[in-house]
C-alpha cells in the first residue's frame, strides 16, 4: 500500500524499526514529515500513538497505532493511515540541471 500527498510518498512495510533507530521529536506536538520548500506548511501526523523514527543513513519509519492516523497538509486533502509502520520518501523530480526533492 502506498500513500502520497504532494512530495511526501508512505509505503507501507512488513520492516521492522531497528532497535538502534533513533525517535524523532515532535514539533509542538505533532510529527513533521516534510516542510514545503515554498510555502513553509508541513506535511504532519498529530496523532498521539504515531511514532517517527530515522534509521542509521537518515532513512525515516512511520509507526501508525492501532487506531489508524491521519496526515494532513494544508494545501491537501487529509489522507486516512492504516496501522502499520511505513517507510517515508521525500519525492524527487529530474532536471536537466539535477535530480531534487519535489517543492510542494
Given at each position: ?10 509505503v ?5 524499526v531497528?532497535a ?5 521529536a515532535r ?10 520548500e ?6 504532519v501526523?498529530d ?24 496526515l ?16 517515508v ?13 519535489v517543492?510542494d
Amino acid at each position: 500500500m502506498q500513500v502520497r500527498q504532494g512530495d511526501v510518498l508512505l509505503v507501507k512495510t512488513l520492516k521492522k524499526v531497528s532497535a538502534e533507530a533513533k525517535a524523532v521529536a515532535r514539533v509542538r506536538g505533532r510529527i513533521v514529515l516534510a516542510y514545503g520548500e515554498v510555502t513553509g506548511h508541513a506535511h504532519v501526523i498529530d496523532d498521539v500513538l504515531a511514532e517517527l523514527f530515522e534509521e542509521r543513513g537518515g532513512q525515516l519509519y512511520l509507526k501508525v497505532g492501532p487506531e489508524g492516523a491521519t496526515l494532513r497538509h494544508e494545501e491537501h486533502g487529509a489522507l486516512a493511515l492504516a496501522p502499520g509502520t511505513y517507510r517515508v520518501v521525500r519525492q524527487r523530480e529530474y532536471t536537466p540541471e539535477a535530480i531534487r526533492r519535489v517543492a510542494d
